[in-house]
């Protein structure tokens, strides 16, 4: 199986690992990345490696403990893809491991694009990003109580009075 | 070519009674028997399509199958129509929606559910953000199963519709099922209406404020004319002599 990490050009792949200290990924998924040189990453990214389109950002709560030393506990895992067309269709990818009550900082400063996306992973991951200019929920509505895509969300929530 | 007239698509007790009496002109009937008549003949309808139905919904509308030839017509305004039409999954967030427009239609009004979504939910029905069926906020009057309906089935909901119409109007006796525990939400309206006790007058001067504020509606000075008005009932009350 091809691993998303993969995607990565070795250009990117050298950048991560040799001065971002990025860890493998123990899931197989794209390489680890601190929290506090993400957004020098990605801000490297867009000026210098002209990865200038926002490609994704994809949240996911593992309530296990992960099974090395890449995280500790209950976690959320946030993978980030970058695009660029200059030169060719080529894609970056990344992850930030977070606690379940930690934040990130905000990549809308960098892409207007992020705006909606990290809004959608605030309303049903619950990820909290860190300088959003409008954190506010985007697909549910706004008295909702909880994040519906977290493992801990018991399929049987009462919303009143509709279901 | 002559048109042959023996062959109707459609056909209703009263068109047959007066094709088959010759020279017939003018006839009696009951006001009720009138109404209904009236009803039943131009249901208007309220389309809420929110999914694949709605595809289905178009096809009833248009020509092949065209609704329009027993007098049901698809309008934009809740405030013209007889029938809503839900056809698709509802969820949490669009269900207020299709509650309040189902408030802002005028009496007498049906529902009908098209599609397995509308009916149950089907097997979104367990997602955190699907209504498990629209019969849990509104009344429903026909279920028209499916995942979509043809619009042939939808056609014979109408149908059926027009004869629960027809069979109240006879006297007999055609009350919406509903679940119990879903009464006390279809019978609640989300804004009460003119007479209603539950109304403040704090309601009054809200609407009357988000109608002011489109504009011209300050000339007409309204929030002044609702003070005399009440003021007025006021006295009313005052001066009315006790028995």
């Known amino acids: 199986m091809k691993l998303l990490g993969a995607e990565n050009s070795e250009e990117v792949q050298k950048l991560l690992i040799e001065q971002f200290e990025a860890m493998e990924n123990s899931l197989g998924g794209p390489p680890v990345v601190a929290v506090v040189r993400h957004l020098e990453l990605a801000k490297k990214l867009r000026d210098e490696y002209q990865y200038r389109i926002f490609g994704f950002v994809v949240a996911a709560h593992y309530p296990a403990p992960a099974k090395d030393a890449n995280g500790v506990g209950e976690l959320i895992r946030v993978s980030y893809g970058l695009r660029s067309v200059g030169k060719g269709t080529k894609l970056a990818t990344w992850q930030v491991c977070i606690p379940v009550d930690g934040a990130i900082p905000t990549l809308v400063p960098l892409f207007a694009g992020a705006d909606w996306q990290e809004r959608e992973q605030f309303d049903l991951v619950g990820v909290r990003f860190d300088g959003h200019p409008d954190p506010r929920r985007l697909m549910l509505s706004e008295d909702w109580q909880g994040h519906p895509l977290r493992k801990d969300y018991a399929i049987d929530t009462k919303v009143h009075p509709w279901r | ?243």
């Open chain 2, 1 to 243: 070519m002559a048109v042959d007239e023996s062959y109707r698509t459609y056909s209703h007790p009263v068109y047959d009674f007066m094709m088959k009496v010759p020279g017939l002109d003018v006839m009696t009937t009951t006001v009720d028997k009138l109404l209904s008549f009236g009803s039943e003949a131009s249901l208007w309808i309220f389309p809420v399509a929110t999914s694949c139905c709605g595809i289905e919904f178009m096809a009833l509308a248009a020509s092949r199958v065209d609704a329009d030839r027993m007098g049901a017509i698809v309008r934009g305004s809740p405030r013209h129509s007889d029938v809503m039409i839900v056809a698709g999954t509802i969820t949490v967030k669009m269900a207020p929606r299709v509650k309040k427009l189902w408030d802002q239609m005028p009496e007498p009004k049906w529902a009908i559910a098209v599609g397995s979504c509308a009916i149950s939910g089907d097997f979104y029905r367990n997602i955190y953000s699907v209504v498990p069926g629209i019969d849990t906020f509104i009344p429903v009057d026909v279920y028209v199963p499916g995942c979509p309906p043809n619009p042939e089935a939808m056609m014979h909901g109408l149908i059926r519709l027009q004869e629960k119409i027809r069979a109240s109007a006879n006297g007999r006796d055609v009350n919406r099922e509903a679940r119990p525990e879903a009464v006390h939400h279809q019978r609640l309206p989300r804004l009460p209406i003119l007479g209603d006790p539950a109304r403040t007058s704090e309601l009054d001067r809200q609407q009357v404020a988000s109608a002011a504020s489109l504009g011209w509606w300050d000339e007409l000075n309204l929030e002044q004319a609702l003070d005399s008005v009440a003021k007025d009932l006021a006295d009313e009350s005052e001066s009315e002599p006790k028995v």
